[in-house]
Antibody, heavy 124, light 107 residues
Framework: QVQLVESGGGLVKPGGSLRLSCAASGFTFSDYYMSWIRQAPGKGLEWVSY????????NYADSVKGRFTISRDNAKNSLYLQMNSLRAEDTAVYYC?????????????????WGQGTLVTVSS | SSELTQDPAVSVALGQTVRITCQGD??????ASWYQQKPGQAPVLVIYGKNNRPSGIPDRFSGSSSGNTASLTITGAQAEDEADYYCNSRDSSGNWVFGGGTKLTVL
């Protein structure tokens, strides 16, 4: 069965860095786009970043562009999020999710499997 | 960047039908997907595309779309359907955007 397990969250001071990992199993990881999505305490979901199957394409939400870097290691079935220059507003549960591009037009996309999330707290 | 707008809260009597809506310009070009999230849990996909349900999602959940509005309908709401519901779609820049979420209360 598909499993996504995030790790690497924790407490970090403003301006600090953290690297999140997501270990994937139960599917051919290298065939899928992957994404990070976050949820601040008591708030809604916010898409953060995605990476294509071969790492050729990445993109970021404006709120994290220039500070976060998404990457993957297909040999290790792992997804990463390097977070630098962290701010209080980055405090959230970070989920990794598998991306499905359902049709060639890209008109239908969705996140079919999610991890349980890892909590990042940015506070002095 | 694009936005998706949802009503913050909706209520429904047990066994009745409820529609949760999502509005945004991106929905004119891209289908919405819908996610159910219960407290302390990760979101779960309930509807994607024109009107598709993943395996294991009850057929009381359905989706529709018209113009800039996507809808999630629960026909015969059950107590276990009480949750937060989020819509999502891709936008013109190739990113994704979520709605603010709708808290569904089953009375």
């Amino acid at each position: 069965q598909v499993q996504l397990v995030e790790s690497g969250g924790g407490l970090v001071k403003p301006g600090g860095s953290l690297r999140l990992s997501c270990a994937a199993s139960g599917f051919t990881f290298s065939d899928y786009y992957m994404s990070w999505i976050r949820q601040a305490p008591g708030k809604g979901l916010e898409w953060v970043s995605y990476i294509s199957s071969s790492s050729s394409y990445t993109n970021y939400a404006d709120s994290v562009k220039g500070r976060f870097t998404i990457s993957r290691d297909n040999a290790k079935n792992s997804l990463y999020l390097q977070m630098n220059s962290l701010r209080a507003e980055d405090t959230a549960v970070y989920y990794c999710a598998r991306v499905i591009v359902y049709d060639s037009s890209g008109q239908t996309t969705y996140f079919d499997y999610w991890g349980q999330g890892t909590l990042v707290t940015v506070s002095s | 960047s694009s936005e998706l707008t949802q009503d913050p809260a909706v209520s429904v009597a047990l066994g009745q039908t409820v529609r949760i809506t999502c509005q945004g310009d991106s929905l004119r070009s891209y289908y919405a997907s819908w996610y159910q999230q219960k407290p302390g849990q990760a979101p779960v996909l309930v509807i994607y595309g024109k009107n598709n349900r993943p395996s294991g999602i009850p057929d009381r959940f359905s989706g529709s779309s018209s113009g800039n509005t996507a809808s999630l309908t629960i026909t015969g709401a059950q107590a276990e359907d009480e949750a937060d519901y989020y819509c999502n779609s891709r936008d013109s820049s190739g990113n994704w955007v979520f709605g603010g979420g709708t808290k569904l209360t089953v009375l």
